[in-house]
């Protein structure tokens, strides 16, 4: 997973906190997203950017807020942490448009509480 | 139902067996992508295909647009191999991508 960095990899939060996810890449793509993954479903879109400056919402965008300053930063933030929330989540990079290859984070493991 | 559905959920195998991992969609789409996910959580794309087949070491992946299949082989399997295979498919027309929900395989030696 060169190229794509994740942090944190673990968090536990209380709810009603907030926190940010952080994610960047050093491949100079244009395309990044967040994704949340729960036990015995796929993979699901939170929000996503094809370029700074431009963000979309995905799939289950309520609770998260994102912003893409610059090229190679994309955070997510949970605004009010619920524990609905409690999920593994990946940052995933890719050029141009959905048919090219995708590049994923590490994942970062967050509990809500 | 799912737009993205794969078969089977769970596959244990011994060592040397030929393996086949399943998906079909319902969606159009601009491409379909085989990724593998190992304990420990980190997501590797083994495959991105639009049409026929490639083929990557033991590893072969097909795809039958008409039929909105494709299938993942493994040949020669090893216990290396034991991982969860997701299968993904983006969007015709956007950048969205959806996602199965795996495939847990166990090879045992």
């Known amino acids: 997973n060169a190229g794509v960095t994740q942090t944190p990899k673990f968090q536990v939060l209380k709810t009603g906190q907030s926190m940010t996810l952080q994610c960047a890449q050093d491949?100079?793509?244009?395309?990044m997203s967040w994704y949340r993954q729960d036990p015995g479903m796929g993979l699901r879109l939170i929000h996503y950017?094809?370029?700074?400056?431009?963000?979309d919402q995905g799939e289950v965008p309520n609770g998260y807020n994102v912003s893409r300053s610059t090229t190679e930063d994309f955070p997510l933030r949970l605004l009010s942490a619920a524990p609905s929330q409690t999920s593994v989540y990946f940052c995933?990079?890719?050029?141009?448009?959905?048919?090219?290859?995708?590049?994923f984070g590490e994942g970062s493991w967050l509990t809500v509480v | 139902k799912n737009e993205v559905e794969q078969s089977p959920q769970n596959l244990t195998a011994q060592e040397g067996e030929f393996i086949t991992i399943n998906c079909s969609y319902s969606?159009?789409?601009?491409?379909l992508h085989w990724l593998q996910q190992h304990p420990g959580g980190g997501i590797v794309s083994l495959f991105m295909?639009?049409?026929g087949k490639k083929k990557h070491g033991r590893l072969i992946a097909t795809i039958n647009i008409q039929e909105k299949h494709s299938s993942l082989h493994i040949t020669a399997s090893h216990p290396r191999d034991s991982a969860v295979y997701i299968c993904?498919?983006?969007?015709?027309?956007?950048?969205?991508?959806?996602f199965g929900a795996g495939t847990r395989l166990t090879v045992k030696p």
């Open positions: 995933a990079t890719k050029t141009g448009y959905s048919g090219n290859t995708i590049y």
């Open positions: 491949m100079n793509h244009e395309y």
């Open positions: 950017s094809v370029g700074a400056g431009i963000t």
């Open positions: 969606v159009g789409i601009s491409a």
């Open positions: 295909l639009s049409s």
């Open positions: 993904a498919v983006g969007m015709y027309n956007n950048n969205d991508m959806r």
